[in-house]
């Protein structure tokens, strides 16, 4: 029988990519963004049918799990891929921007989980697939508190749902990325910025300047690298928990273990001088 993916933020970059590779490998593929009017590369897939998906809107989150399973009858893996990113000085970022992060990173995931939970429990079985960050196990960068809250809080959601699940036959699977080579994170990217308080503009500069602008891209993994990843999770050939992906997180993953917390923290905080 037709395995069925679910698939968050699918209108760009990571997701996409999931949704193409696996409508070609077979899957059928519920492709959910929330602006379908702006999907592109979809038309040509028989087996990917688009749904409209604001992940923070519990009704719309209901509404739309329950038409997938009605399209297809049965869904298999679930991947929370739809993300956000807020920086800059705490102090300087509006509440809204602040809520924002939580509901899209943290919320939306509890959203869609819980939806499909009771599917998954009824068939004795299913498998989420979470994406989250190298930032969701360390820090690695300044100006990028709340990103790390809500990364962080994605790992401890997902680690603690491990044991009411995994009684249900229900897998719960993180992959923790960092940058890749078509990746549009930086254009959605939120920042607090203040041009009457100047404490954190010398910060501000070097972070951008230095995490973002002088990056070298080439080394930089391709999107495959991690939709590789997925569909081994998804088909059962790789069963890991969680699992670091990218080059920049297993080299940032082994500074961290291989001194103090307060000595990483400098090291980090001397990139950005």
């Known amino acids: 029988m037709t395995k069925t993916i679910f698939i968050t933020g699918t209108s760009t970059g990571l997701g996409k990519a999931t949704a193409t590779y696996f409508a070609e490998q077979g899957w059928n593929v519920a492709a959910t963004m929330r602006t379908p009017e702006k999907s592109t590369g979809f038309s040509s897939y028989e087996n990917i049918r688009v749904f409209k998906l604001d992940v923070t809107d519990t009704a719309q989150v209901a509404a739309v ?99 009411e699940l995994k009684p249900l036959n229900i897998d719960q699977h993180l992959l923790e990325i960092g940058v890749y080579n078509g990746h549009n994170f930086v254009e959605n990217m939120v920042w607090g910025e203040s041009t009457e308080i100047t404490a954190y503009q010398e910060l501000t500069a070097n972070v951008k300047q230095g995490f973002f602008a002088n990056r070298d891209t080439s080394k930089f993994p391709e999107a495959q690298l991690i939709v590789d990843e997925i569909f081994g999770l998804a088909t059962g050939a790789n069963t890991q928990f969680r699992k670091l992906v990218g080059e920049d997180s297993v080299g940032l993953q082994e500074i961290r273990d291989s001194m103090p917390v307060e000595q990483y923290l400098e090291t980090i905080d001397a990139r950005y001088k």
């Not at 009605?70 to 920086?87: E, L, P, R, S």
């Not at 004795?124 to 790390?148: C, D, E, H, Q, R």
């Open 65 to 163: 799990v329950a038409q997938a399973i009605d399209a297809f009858g049965k869904i298999d893996v679930v991947v929370n891929n739809a993300g956000q990113g807020t920086f800059g000085a705490l102090e300087l970022v509006d509440d809204d921007a602040i809520d924002a992060q939580y509901q899209v990173n943290v919320r939306g995931v509890i959203n869609v989980t819980k939806a499909f939970t009771p599917h998954f429990r009824a068939n004795n079985g299913g498998k989420f697939i979470n994406i989250s960050s190298y930032m969701g196990v360390l820090s690695a960068m300044p100006l990028a508190s709340l990103y790390n809250m809500s990364k962080f809080a994605l790992e401890g959601l997902i680690e603690g749902l491990y044991y």
